[in-house]
């Protein structure tokens, strides 16, 4: 049996882990490699990115973010979980909706809504109306 992590595996990386990379969906676009603070990824042979320093992980979710597939999952946890966790189970975060479930969220990706014009607060003008004159008392 491949360790876990070897090139063909369906979820790289496992037995350490806190986020993982679906080699089904990933189209290995290195986004997640580059754009990692603290340099867990290195690029498989294959392309598909491995979680090589996954201790090094800070759970900042810019990998998942920034995937355009939705191949990465961070689990919001910050210490690996157990093997028999559902979210170490690729099928089970793809039943789910749970594979870039954070960058959904966040409404990046083509066709979705930022986050920031789904958010609840006062109502603000339209850009360029300007604030209302103030009332003239004298
Ligand atoms: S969650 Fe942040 S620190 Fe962790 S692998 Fe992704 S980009 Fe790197
Ligand atoms: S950002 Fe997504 S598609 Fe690109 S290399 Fe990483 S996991 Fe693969």
Known sequence: MDPPGA???????GGLVIELVSAE?????????????TNVFDRGPDGVPLLSRQEDCQTCFQC???CPVDALFVAPVTHPLPDDQAVRDEG????AGLLGSYRRHIGWGHGRTPAPLRAVGPQLPAPGAGRPSPPITS
């Open 92 to 95: 089970h975060l793809d039943r």
């Open 25 to 37: 969906r990933c189209i290995a676009c290195d986004k997640c490699v580059k754009v990692c603070p």
């Open 64 to 66: 998942e973010a920034n």
């Open 7 to 13: 090139p063909g595996d369906r979820i790289t990386g």
